[in-house]
């Protein structure tokens, strides 16, 4: 995240989301409501989508929506994120404290990126921000080499989308999964958001298949139910 100060005086701390492939230094940035899980995925595979196909791994640091902890070498994972690596068949690699040169460089990426666009280039609002950022990463793909490969990364992208394998779905339709359990109330809850179930299904555990704009809730009965999605409690 970095603070951003408008035009105007006013203020905001900007949330992104910043990848990057490996052969020819194709960058992707959207910026992100915040650091949780969800937007993590959905951002991760608009990157995907912005790639043209899927890489074979995927290099992360050690965020908790990732890995929610390391037990004797053992990985605990995000049990929202751990779907998505086996639906889209890629593998995910973390960053080993002793591995100075991974974390490194997803530091840089995010260092690069403050420093080469947040921090030198002035912004009316947010919506001049978000209109620069296109016009940036235009130009850092397409126009300027990159100083890791001296090219341009259009001009390797081609060869590189060759090793990339097609989304098994469109990001935009893609469902987190929750575990749920409907409650006394008649109520399964997300994000301190209820969404109500028949009275048959109080106490039966159950998937929440979240959607940008809806929710399907499978219980393990059989029982099926969508409702439109509610914004989360004290979210704008």
Same mark, same amino acid.
């Given at each position: ?7 105007? #005086?006013?203020?905001? $701390?900007?949330?992104?989301? =910043? ?5 020819? $230094?194709?960058?992707?940035? !959207? ?22 196909? %899927?890489?074979?791994?995927? %290099?992360? @640091? ?6 929610? @902890? ?13 779907? !998505?690596? %086996? @639906?889209? *068949? ?9 591995? =100075? ?9 995010? *260092? ?8 030198? $280039? ?14 940036? &990463? ?7 080499? +990159? ?7 259009? =001009? $390797? /992208? ?27 109330? #008649? ?9 109500? /179930? ?11 298949? &979240?959607? +940008? ?5 499978? /219980?393990?009965?059989?029982?099926? !139910? ?11």
């Amino acid at each position: 995240s970095v603070k951003v100060v408008y035009g105007d #005086g006013s203020s905001e $701390r900007i949330h992104f989301f =910043a990848s990057r492939l490996k052969y020819s $230094r194709w960058t992707h940035v !959207v910026t992100v409501p915040n650091e949780k899980v969800e937007p993590l995925i959905r951002a991760l595979l608009q990157a995907f989508e912005a790639f043209g196909g %899927v890489p074979l791994r995927a %290099v992360f @640091d050690n965020p908790k929506t990732v890995v929610t @902890d390391r037990c004797n070498g053992a990985i605990e994972w995000n049990p929202t994120f751990a779907h !998505v690596p %086996v @639906d889209y *068949g890629f593998g995910v690699e973390l960053c080993w404290p002793r591995r =100075a040169n991974q974390k490194g460089s997803v530091e840089n990426l995010v *260092g690069w990126v403050k420093g080469s666009f947040f921090k030198v $280039r002035r912004f009316h609002d947010r919506q001049d921000l978000e209109q620069q950022l296109i016009a940036w &990463l235009e130009e850092v793909n397409t126009q300027r080499p +990159s100083r890791a490969t001296n090219e341009i990364p259009a =001009a $390797r /992208m081609e060869a590189e989308r060759q090793r990339l394998s097609p989304l098994a779905r469109p990001a935009a339709e893609y469902p987190l999964r929750i575990a749920v359990t409907v409650r006394t109330t #008649g109520f399964v809850e997300y994000e301190r958001t209820r969404y109500s /179930m028949p009275p048959n299904t109080i106490g039966i555990p159950g998937t929440l298949f &979240l959607y +940008s704009e809806r929710v399907r809730i499978v /219980m393990r009965d059989g029982t099926e !139910v969508e409702h439109p999605r509610r914004p989360a409690v004290g979210n704008t």
